[in-house]
């Protein structure tokens, strides 16, 4: 076999171990999950007809529903790969990634299985947030066939590039209880996005926070794919950050890896 065929091999086994943990210890990630749907509930519900109104015009809870989910499916991904951070430190801190290191495979399998792992997981609960979103009344008419995939294509885009910075966190962490901590920020900033409010609601000192971190970009563009508004340059904004963060990732999460294998 070719040395690409066997990193495949390889690659393949490593991603397979990793969906087998999280299929056999599934609370992690479900409650992981419970985040950006129990905030979906709160905010449509509780606040719904209050923050509407911030959004333009009166009251109105499905004009609210179509504007939150879009920032909910983004704080999804967040959510999930939190939990990529944590798996990540538990392996390098329980002594596998050394039984790995003295075997015949390749060495950035453990971590590309983890990166593929999480993205595959991201997705489905992308799909389980929006699945809730349409029960409680978010649709999508106007959406075309082209769009709903370049909505896709973001959400699979934006989940490799926090994946991959979510598997430096866990790799730079020397406990789980630490990796979950230096995750938190991707939790927390989608809260200081336009996820919940618009960006013109906001104090004008932090507009520019908000309008340029990651988020609020995938945020927009996600909505001017699924419900027709502006987007501007924040498709452009969206993708540099993305590839980007992705970049960044990557290369971080490389040196880390093979810095010090007794760790």
């Given at each position: ?10 690659c393949s086994?490593?991603l ?10 599934p ?22 007809d ?7 015009g009166?009251?109105?809870?499905a ?12 704080m999804?991904?967040g ?11 538990n392996?390098m ?13 390749h ?13 595959l ?17 978010f ?33 730079i962490?020397?406990?789980?209880e630490?990796?979950s ?11 200081l ?31 001017g ?5 502006e987007?501007?340059?924040?498709a ?6 993305s590839l ?9 999460s490389k ?6 294998p007794?760790?």
């Open positions: 076999m070719s040395s690409l065929s066997l990193s495949v091999r390889d086994t490593m397979r171990r990793n969906l087998l943990h999280a299929r056999r210890y609370s992690l990630t479900l409650n992981l999950l419970l985040t950006p749907i129990m905030l979906l509930l709160l905010f449509v519900y509780i606040f719904g209050t923050m509407s109104m911030g959004i333009g009166g009251p109105d809870r004009k609210y529903i179509a504007y939150i989910v879009p920032g909910l499916l983004l999804t991904i959510s999930t790969v939190v939990g990529t951070a944590i798996s990540v430190s392996d801190t329980e002594g596998i990634i050394a039984r790995f290191r003295t075997m015949a495979i060495r950035g399998s453990v971590i590309v299985g983890h990166v593929i792992g999480s993205v997981q991201s997705i489905v609960s992308v799909v389980l947030v929006g699945a809730v979103g349409v029960a409680i009344g649709r999508s008419t106007d959406a075309t066939v082209l769009e709903w995939f370049a909505a896709l294509g973001l959400l699979v885009l934006f989940s490799l590039s926090l994946t991959w910075i979510a598997v430096g966190m866990g790799l962490s020397p406990n789980a630490a990796a901590n230096n995750a938190m920020p991707l939790i927390l900033l989608p809260l996005s336009s996820a919940f409010v618009p960006l013109h609601s906001m104090p004008g000192w932090f507009q520019p926070i908000a309008q340029y971190q990651p988020f609020t970009p995938a945020i927009e563009t996600l909505r794919l699924l419900l027709g508004t987007i501007g340059n924040n452009w904004l969206a993708i540099a950050w980007g963060l992705t970049v960044l990732g990557y290369f971080w040196a880390k890896f093979n810095q010090d007794q760790r």
